[in-house]
């Protein structure tokens, strides 16, 4: 049973929760939790936890029982049903589901991770089967049609609380598009002797696929629309609400469709005095799609492979920084030119100082100007500054101790921390080290509810390095310092307001 559900700082705000959950979920402009009813989405809830990229979504959880991990398959087969539907099949271990559970699939591009859910048709102990539509714009697709036969991926188990009911009535399914796959899962799960009614409405003629399929089920009816047909066409062309009279009070129905033509359909049926208890349905909605690359950047400022980026940054500080100190210090010259800038330690410690501001200040600013969304954006960059800037004073205080031992020996003496500058230095420098060690996704999902508290030492990192840096360059730090506390005052203060 979930008990509790909250999003802490550092939203990026990708809608991954928004779209797996949205009646608990809304992103505007950051997520928010909508509601504190939790019944019956306990997957759902723990889905969007799992799949969030930024480990900020926290759920309170008191039952052992609800689980989700994640597991591995890879592709196995693709075949083209039509032209814009792809089935592709996955193998892996011990695969079990119920008809019209699905699958979240964890992908990523060049905008963020995110998680798709896909209907299984059909699945074996050791495979299972998805019908995918194929369009340029839509994340899932793209990422699907571009995965190469044995190209492995990630998924949450079977989901999905309704699945096909194991009684004797009449099932009737309702389908369009790839919404005909958890149809095909539940029509392989019935037995032969109950009646089956299957309602498939496409476009156009050349959208229909498993009809020989559909056909093969016994004591199956099999209808097929067509709304816009070619002049060709030879079958009855009408649409599925003309033949929902054929649908009796005590017949299940089994709609997959979008949700305006689900409500439609559930409210035709209701009218009719069928029985709400026997309408199950799953309605499917469009993703983000992609609007174009350059619109995409200029008018939602989505920057793409911003999370590349990001580990660039990390993969420098970690690796880069550390070669490029000791390289200059084996040849004396940690205070030589560099760059046609400034010596190489003071541009080292101007490029920890303007990350460090960065951090501060982005997270107030996208508060403040919630509309501008790159803001937001470039708020997922933190991490991978804070890292550079502390891995530059950390570099800075260990490899010294790794080449003269005596250095580490004195770091501890009673002179290395003496009042006023040098504490505020050892400070600074030990906040440096935690930080770097805890910047990072498996601390922040061991430490729990003790690592935002932790995270909280960067005030402690931000005003030492303050007070040391102004004492040497005091017309660059203080109208930057000043800056940032405006920022955050303002921020707080709205937020504040805003509650």
């Known amino acids: 049973m979930i008990k509790k559900v909250e999003v802490i700082p550092w939203c990026i705000s990708c809608r991954n929760c928004e779209n797996i959950c949205p009646q608990i979920f809304k992103v505007d402009p950051t997520s928010k939790v909508i509601t504190n009813n939790f019944d019956w989405l306990d997957s759902e809830i723990l889905q969007a936890e799992i799949s969030c990229p930024v480990n900020v979504i926290k759920v309170e959880n008191t039952s052992k029982n609800i689980k989700l991990w994640f597991k591995k398959a890879k592709v196995k087969e693709k075949n083209m049903l039509t032209s814009d539907v792809l089935e592709i099949t996955f193998e892996c271990d011990d695969f079990s589901f119920k008809p019209w559970q699905y699958i979240s699939l964890q992908a990523s591009d060049s905008l963020w991770k995110f998680s798709r859910s896909y209907s299984i048709s059909s699945a074996s102990k050791n495979s299972f089967t998805l019908n995918v539509k194929l369009l340029p714009k839509w994340r899932g697709s793209r990422f699907l049609n571009r995965l190469k036969l044995w190209s492995n991926i990630s998924f949450l188990w079977a989901l999905w609380s309704f699945y096909l009911k194991d009684t004797t009535n009449k099932k009737v399914f309702i389908a369009t598009g790839t919404g005909l796959a958890p149809m095909i899962a539940m029509l392989e799960a019935c037995p032969k002797e109950i009646e089956k009614i299957v309602i498939f409405w496409v476009r156009y003629e050349n959208d229909i696929y498993y009809k020989e399929k559909l056909e093969s089920f016994p004591n199956t009816k099999v209808i097929i629309r067509v709304s816009k047909p070619s002049d060709s066409y030879k079958w009855k062309i009408w649409r599925v609400t003309d033949d929902l009279v054929e649908i009796w009070e005590n017949d299940e129905v089994y709609i997959c469709w979008n949700p305006k033509m689900v409500d439609a359909v559930k ?6 005095w069928r029985s709400l208890d026997k309408i199950f349905n799953e309605s499917f909605t469009i993703s983000r799609v ?8 200029i008018f939602n ?44 330690m ?13 951090v501060m200040a982005i997270r107030p600013l996208s508060d403040l100007f919630p509309k501008l969304w790159i803001l937001k954006k470039l708020v997922s960059l933190r991490k991978a500054f804070w890292i550079l800037s502390s891995s530059i004073i950390v570099v800075n205080l260990i490899w010294p101790m790794f080449l003269d031992f005596s250095k580490f020996i004195n770091y501890f003496s009673s002179v290395k921390w003496w009042v006023y500058y040098p504490i505020i230095s050892r400070i600074s420098e030990i906040t440096a080290i935690i930080l770097l060690v805890t910047s990072n996704n498996f601390s922040q999902k061991n430490l729990g509810i003790w690592w935002k508290r932790i995270q909280r030492s960067s005030y402690l990192y931000f005003i030492c390095w303050w007070i040391i840096a102004a004492e040497y360059f005091p017309m660059k ?6 800056i940032v506390i405006i920022l955050w005052i303002l921020a707080q203060t709205k937020i504040k307001l805003w509650k």
């Open 267 to 272: 409210e035709w049926l209701i009218k009719k």
């Open 290 to 297: 992609y609007p174009g690359f350059w619109k995409d950047i």
């Open 301 to 344: 400022w989505n920057i793409p492979y911003i999370n590349l980026f990001s580990w660039i940054i990390i993969i420098f500080a970690i690796t880069i920084i550390p070669f490029s100190w000791f390289y200059n210090k084996l040849n004396d010259s940690l205070y030589w030119n560099y760059l046609f800038i400034n010596n190489f």
């Open 346 to 358: 003071w541009f080292m410690f101007d490029l920890s100082w303007w990350s460090v501001v960065f």
């Open 477 to 482: 730090i203080y109208p930057s310092m000043i």
